[in-house]
């Protein structure tokens, strides 16, 4: 298994350019099982994430022709036989699930294997059932499979909130299955991410009737069929809000391409109370702005508590940790969306972090330095917090395990390493 050998300590300067979002690819990709024509994704990252969905959906019909040199994935629906999600690539990827919804409404019947547990908690899936059963298909659980039939779905009106909010890819799977349905839908309390306002853009240039994606009540008009489109996703907001982390905690000089402002409002806004300048240096378009971002000074200690979008988003907790560990004062952060999302902190306590967690709340009791240290990476946005945290540890930190950091970033060692940064990749057996 990789590792990284980070030696710390080194001012990130320079140019960056921040990738497509995987958070909006993988609903994309699978919504294409719901169109007729070729569907043309452009800038879709090459991410191990992406090469999961990439061969589920072959295995469900799609063809696909992929050119890693500019980012563009062809796809097309060439067999409808198979509509069966199963286990094994399901478990390595929690996302397969919204490969459901728009298989459903297409072929009329979806099996998928239930997803199980995750790193980041319990994630259960009773809300994207139900708001398919509000839709009229049939659900049944079978040997670890969902079962879903229909004939024809039905508009209805869903509620799609649960005790932590609404869910972005429950969202995606109702809007991707309801936009074939016969009549009006309206999802009430639907997730606000712009990853879902990017899949429902996709959706309306195939043909679909969508109002309102963005907001918490989005209305869809049925319509009978979707065709084939050419579509661009939007850049990732999680890729851009590490690389603002990682300049921060090295003093760093960094200009980052392609960062989507736009949907970074309260991102932006816990950087600046730290202490953190961002410059969009007057760029047209907020969702691919190109930023300057430096921070000359100690950090100041600040609240966040993650929440779903416009709040601060729980995918840049981890990362946001490790730059308050080194903050002057105490730090509170609260995880309102997966309460249990800390296998990190342990992990940044050997590198000399100071923290004490209650629950959902950690106290993140700022030190002078961190110290570089062998540590685990357990999921993928812990990961990106221990490589924020090794680029300022004095010494070496050796992060085992980077197959998680791989799903969802592309080569950041050699992006950083371009920064001026000190990571090498190195095969560690058994790690
Ligand atoms: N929830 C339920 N029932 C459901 C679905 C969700 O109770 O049926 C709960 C979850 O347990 C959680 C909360 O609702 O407490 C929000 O979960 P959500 O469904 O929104 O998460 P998701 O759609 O499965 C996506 C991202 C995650 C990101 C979350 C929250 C993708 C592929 N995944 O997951 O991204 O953390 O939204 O923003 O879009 C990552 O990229 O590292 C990642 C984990």
């Given at each position: 298994m990789d590792a990284f050998v980070i030696e710390g300590g080194r001012r990130l300067k320079g140019t960056v350019r921040v990738a497509g979002s995987k958070n909006a690819a993988l609903p994309a990709m699978a919504a294409v099982l719901a169109a007729e024509g070729p569907v043309t994704l452009l800038d879709v990252p090459n991410l191990s994430d992406?090469?999961?969905?990439?061969?589920?959906?072959?295995?469900?019909?799609v063809k696909i022709e992929r050119d890693l040199t500019t980012s563009t994935m062809k796809m097309q629906v060439v067999d409808e036989g198979l509509s069966t999600a199963r286990y094994d690539i399901v478990r390595t990827m929690r996302a397969s699930i919204c490969v459901l919804g728009p298989m459903l409404a297409k072929r009329g019947k979806?099996?998928?294997?239930m997803p199980g547990g995750c790193a980041i908690g319990d994630r259960p899936i009773d809300l994207h059932l139900r708001g398919l059963r509000a839709l009229g298909a049939e659900i049944n659980l079978e040997g670890g499979n969902v079962v879903a039939t229909a004939k024809r779905l039905r508009?209805?009106?869903?509620?799609?909130?649960?005790?932590?909010?609404?869910?972005?890819?429950?969202?995606?799977?109702?809007?991707s299955a309801a936009v074939l349905a016969e009549g009006t839908t309206v999802i009430e309390q639907a997730a606000c991410e712009p990853e879902v306002a990017d899949l429902a853009n996709l959706l309306i240039a195939m043909?679909?009737?969508?109002?309102?994606?963005?907001?918490?009540?989005i209305t869809i008009e049925g319509v009978s069929k979707l065709r084939g489109v050419e579509h661009r996703i939007i850049a990732?907001?999680?890729?851009?809000?590490?690389?603002?982390?990682?300049?921060?905690?090295?003093?760093?000089?960094?200009?980052?391409?392609?960062?989507?402002?736009?949907a970074m409002a309260a991102v932006i806004d816990r950087l600046e109370a730290v202490g953190v300048n961002i410059d969009p240096n007057g760029s047209s378009d907020p969702m691919r702005a190109t930023v300057n971002v430096t921070c000359a000074r100690r950090l100041d200690p600040i609240t966040v508590t993650?929440?779903?979008?416009?709040?601060?988003?729980?995918?840049?907790?981890?990362?946001?940790?490790?730059?308050?560990?080194?903050?002057?004062?105490?730090?509170?952060?609260?995880?309102?969306?997966?309460?249990?999302?800390?296998?990190?902190?342990?992990?940044?306590?050997r590198m000399g972090a100071e923290m004490y967690r209650q629950?959902?709340?950690?106290?993140?009791?700022?030190?002078?330095?961190?110290?570089?240290?062998?540590?685990?990476?357990?999921?993928?946005?812990?990961?990106?917090?221990?490589?924020?945290?090794?680029?300022?540890a004095r010494g070496t930190t050796t992060i085992n395990r980077v197959y998680h950091l791989d799903r969802g970033y592309d080569k950041l060692e050699q992006r950083l390493?371009?920064?001026?940064?000190?990571?090498?990749?190195?095969?560690?057996?058994?790690?």
């Open positions: 992406i090469d999961n969905m990439a061969r589920l959906l072959a295995e469900l019909g979806a099996v998928a294997s508009g209805a009106r869903i509620f799609l909130g649960g005790p932590f909010g609404s869910t972005v890819l429950g969202t995606a799977n109702v809007l043909g679909a009737h969508i109002s309102g994606a963005g907001t918490p009540r990732d907001r999680i890729e851009a809000g590490t690389l603002l982390c990682a300049a921060a905690i090295t003093n760093g000089d960094v200009t980052v391409e392609n960062c989507p402002i736009d993650t929440q779903p979008h416009p709040g601060f988003p729980t995918d840049l907790q981890a990362q946001i940790m490790a730059l308050l560990t080194l903050a002057d004062g105490n730090s509170i952060i609260t995880e309102k969306v997966f309460p249990e999302r800390f296998l990190h902190v342990a992990e940044l306590s629950g959902p709340t950690v106290m993140v009791i700022g030190v002078k330095k961190l110290v570089g240290a062998p540590v685990m990476a357990s999921d993928l946005r812990a990961s990106a917090g221990l490589v924020v945290a090794a680029l300022a390493n371009a920064l001026g940064a000190s990571i090498e990749r190195i095969n560690a057996p058994g790690a």
